[in-house]
């Protein structure tokens, strides 16, 4: 199979989404959001998650045609209701209002409630760089994770992102799941029939197991971390601080209530929010010291940290971000490699959609 | 040795700065800080530190009478000069400046150059319960840390606090170094001459080592997650966006440029900033929804949390910051017991001083 150029990638998850009813802002940015992910190689959260997206439309659980209610609680503070839409196109308005108010006043904050998953955190603190600001981006998702000291799932694997803008299109981009391992690496382990490390996922009895399918079997995912002696409270409190800011803060849901992506399990019924929550924002890069010495600064930290002796000679130090730009580098000229198991996926959407996309020609 | 009223200690402590030339103002800041510390049971930040300071201060290298320059740069956003003033109190000073702009504006930031180490990150972060506001506090440190992949010291513990008020004294606090496991645990280990675990600590040589004496033979600590397999790359990306926040975008130092705590080491002379940096803030919590439902919620979000199914049924789930408020009540009331090489520190100081404190009769 050869590699399949993102733009006619984005144009049939496009077709896709406003087939399920999507405006056409709505389903360009949907598009923006998934094919950022596949571009920037986070392959878990692109357009393999996109029949997922859809089967919870068809279920009701994501309303296609939201009116997103922005209310400004503080000068450089707002909550939106996402009225039930998904996280994609919510936290992308959310987003802006927050950019706006950071022009204003010189940071901005937005926390959402109501909303469905929101994709790359990546994608939405990354818009922070247009207007010359570092951005940040979280959200809560379904309960995978076990607290440290816990055996009962109670948070998801609770993105967050920090992204930092230097000169010439170098950056500071962290993003990160705040559990040891993301599930994604379970499924690769489970499929190839391999053991795991400890310290990814115990048994649902507390016990600890190299099994790939521990989780599938009722387990749970370990906060990073991994155990007591290797902190694993700090990932927890990281995970928590997530699922504070996006669902208990905001008025979504949280912890253990928040609701699960896969449509074939039902939201609880005793939720004590709506939907799931993100928090989007970002302080002015001036606003700490000059921009553009600031920026310059970053460049020194950044030929450093490159520089710095690494533990294998043959692979240097990263900063934070950098694969996913050389990703994102290379997959915009050479095209997006995608799994068969998703091109099968995305195939069977178009037959069922009777959408004709030249992809599957 | 009988416990010590921490009321005592926070006298002497005071007397201690007052006569290295503090005024009034700084030396009983300085002292809350670090009994603060001692109180929350972080015994490594509080008065086990207070030679160190006045070893500082007697080299020049804490100016026991800086003048801040604050400059608002945007509405929520400031930089502080701390003119080679110790952290305990430029920190102290700059979050009372993000909390008139979050009082204004819903939120407010301040970034802190030319500073000192600050002690814990939590005294700081919790102020922003006087106004009914999270907060946040960070700041780097004497380089410690090997980032990913590395074996070279390039990060300090940079510590991340974050705190966010409930009700009736209920509250989150995550207060964390990024680096795996603190030094101090290095230290108990090494007295006690036990292995460490592994995941620790690499000698020089990048190579894993149980040695609690390899941090002093050269080595250097590991971020939190330890290794490739436990995502090691995350805990050195929370550090390094602790380092950019504290030092390369506010003017002071990073990286490996930070000045060592110790005084019998000299800081670098090809430094790109100036002394230390902080990053303190505040975000109202009425700028998320209504503050008392927001209240309200974290009082369940606690309460489930608390609940949950522990590992070991002896050992019920942690909210982070739940043992620390545990300490300083009952040492509110019991006192501090002092460890007693601390006490015997304290005591040199006392004589050095010709101070008198009945703590030593």
């Known amino acids: 199979m050869s590699a399949t150029k993102h733009e006619a990638l984005h144009q049939?998850?496009?077709?896709?989404?406003?087939?399920?009813?999507?405006?056409?802002?709505?389903?360009?940015?949907?598009?923006?959001?998934?094919i950022a992910a596949d571009l920037r190689g986070i392959d878990s959260h692109g357009v393999a998650r996109l029949s997922g997206y859809v089967r919870l439309i068809d279920k009701g659980r994501i309303n296609p045609k939201p009116k997103f209610n922005f209310t400004t609680r503080k000068r450089t503070m707002g909550n939106m209701d996402a009225d039930g839409g998904i996280g994609l196109v919510s936290a992308h308005f959310a987003m802006e209002k927050a950019m706006e108010m950071c022009e204003e006043y010189g940071s901005g904050w937005v926390g959402i409630q109501n909303s469905n998953?929101?994709?790359?955190?990546?994608?939405?603190?990354?818009?922070?760089?247009?207007?010359?600001?570092?951005?940040?981006?979280?959200?809560?998702?379904?309960?995978?994770?076990?607290?440290?000291?816990?055996r009962e799932r109670m948070l998801g694997t609770?993105?967050?992102?920090?992204?930092?803008?230097?000169?010439?299109?170098?950056?500071?981009?962290?993003?990160?799941?705040t559990?040891?391992?993301?599930?994604?690496?379970?499924?690769?382990?489970?499929?190839?029939?391999?053991?795991i490390p400890e310290g990814?996922?115990?048994?649902?009895?507390?016990?600890?197991?190299?099994?790939?399918?521990?989780?599938?079997?009722?387990?749970?995912?370990?906060?990073?971390?991994s155990d007591a002696d290797h902190g694993f409270h700090k990932g927890y409190g990281l995970g928590a601080w997530?699922?504070?800011f996006s669902g208990v803060l905001t008025g979504a849901?949280?912890?253990?209530?928040v609701p699960p992506f896969v449509s074939f399990l039902d939201p609880a019924t005793d939720a004590p929010g709506k939907g799931i929550g993100h928090f989007v924002g970002c302080w002015s890069l001036d606003g700490f010291s000059d921009a553009q010495t600031a920026k310059n600064q970053l460049d020194v930290w950044i030929d450093r940290f490159k520089k710095s002796i690494p533990a294998n000679s043959d692979q240097p130090v990263i900063v934070p971000g950098e694969p996913e730009r050389i990703h994102e580098n290379d997959r915009k000229v050479n095209g997006i490699e995608l799994n068969a198991v998703v091109f099968e996926d995305l195939k069977t959407l178009n037959?069922?959609?009777k959408l004709n996309s030249k992809l599957f020609v």
Not at 13 to 31: P, Y
Not at 160 to 177: Q, S, T, Y
Not at 200 to 224: I, Q
């Open 12 to 34: 049939f998850v496009q077709e896709i989404f406003l087939n399920k009813g999507f405006s056409e802002d709505h389903a360009r940015i949907s598009a923006d959001v998934l």
């Open 117 to 150: 998953h929101f994709g790359i955190a990546s994608y939405h603190a990354l818009r922070a760089f247009e207007i010359n600001a570092v951005g940040i981006a979280m959200t809560n998702a379904s309960p995978l994770v076990y607290p440290a000291g816990g």
């Open 158 to 177: 609770n993105p967050i992102c920090v992204a930092i803008p230097g000169n010439d299109g170098r950056e500071f981009v962290l993003d990160m799941a």
């Open 179 to 195: 559990s040891a391992a993301a599930n994604g690496k379970l499924e690769i382990a489970s499929r190839s029939n391999k053991e």
């Open 200 to 225: 990814w996922v115990l048994n649902a009895d507390g016990t600890s197991t190299k099994d790939p399918n521990a989780l599938k079997s009722g387990g749970g995912l370990l906060s990073l971390g």
């Open 242 to 244: 997530v699922d504070i």
């Open 253 to 257: 849901n949280f912890g253990p209530w």
């Open 351 to 353: 037959q069922e959609l």
